[in-house]
């Protein structure tokens, strides 16, 4: 049974381990790869590990509970399903791991064998492309996943998509749905900071928001409403119907467009993006509120 509702409570980044300079293995290189997960001497817990293949990920867990792990595993495909439907042409560039941890005990502890650092410790998860990993602490929700699996494929189909572009997709799918054709962003917990904003007459232009650079999207002052206005921008997409075309088009204007807010234009037919933010302004004032929408979806 897969989860109908998704919530992620948390803001990851990603980890995998053993790489191979090509995008398509077979089955030799994934039994090789396990094989080699299976021998590392990183203690997650005292529970032996689980090794999942599911192509072109390795899920690594130490969750006891079979159920979960069943679930865990069919979010991931779907995941997969849903991606390389809409979006994604290749698979990640090397074998990536996805390593699940059973609680915050065990996600701390594997964090200090594997990274030899305390810097993680207060994020749900995380991923990181020098190890090709994610890593998650499944207590705060499966949504973290799902949202660094878009890096994963992000870093083999787009590379150089800016930041705010990249991690406004990728928040979007850290609260979803499930529908016959895959998943679906829904509302999420981010939804009452970018409320709260708009109604103070503080956030920034889309603009301004697109000519962030790397930096400037994670600074530490900015970075929660950044990641709001950036997954609702791509939540409006995709509630109109754009947000495939909106892809597609700063894919391949990408050289001339480096900051993807040209194509915004292009696909919103608008000039006028003042008007077109006031209209998104009162199309984010009118959704649900989210404690709400929490209790309704709860019932």
Not at 84 to 97: A, E, M, R, S, V
Not at 227 to 235: E, I, K, N, T, V
Not at 272 to 296: C, S
Request: aromatic share 12%.
């Amino acid at each position: 049974m897969l989860y109908r509702k998704i919530i992620s409570i948390g803001v990851v980044l990603a980890i995998g381990t053993f790489a191979f300079a090509q995008s398509e293995f077979t089955n030799k290189d994934y039994n090789r790869h396990i094989e080699l997960i299976k021998k590392r001497d990183v203690n997650i817990s005292d529970i032996n590990k689980t090794v999942i293949l599911s192509k072109p990920f390795v899920i690594i867990t130490d969750i006891n509970t079979s159920s979960i792990r069943d679930e865990t595993e069919e979010i991931v495909q779907l995941s997969i399903k849903t991606f390389k439907g809409l979006f994604f042409k290749n698979n990640p560039k090397n074998i990536t791991d996805i390593w699940i941890l059973k609680d915050r005990e065990s996600y701390i502890k594997f964090n200090h064998a594997f990274l030899n650092s305390t810097g993680r410790d207060d994020v749900a998860g995380y991923y990181m492309r020098d190890k090709n990993a994610l890593v998650l602490d499944i207590t705060t929700g499966i949504g973290t996943i799902i949202h660094e699996m878009v890096h994963s494929f992000m870093d083999n189909n787009f590379p150089n998509a800016p930041a705010w572009f990249e991690e406004g997709l990728a928040s979007l799918y850290e609260g979803t749905i499930s529908t016959d054709d895959g998943l679906v962003g829904d509302l999420n917990w981010r939804l009452p900071l970018l409320k709260e904003t708009i109604r103070a007459d503080k956030l920034k232009s889309f603009k301004l928001l697109s000519d962030t650079n790397t930096s400037e999207f994670y600074d530490d002052n900015s970075i929660a409403i950044n990641y709001a206005q950036s997954r609702y921008l791509f939540y409006y997409l995709q509630e109109k119907g754009l947000l495939l075309e909106y892809y597609n088009t700063a894919l391949a204007n990408i050289k001339d467009d480096p900051t993807c807010y040209k194509s915004l234009q292009k696909v919103l037919k608008s000039k006028d993006m003042e008007k077109f933010t006031q209209e998104w302004k009162d199309y984010i004032l009118g959704l649900e509120n989210w404690m709400h929408y929490v209790e309704r979806m709860s019932l």
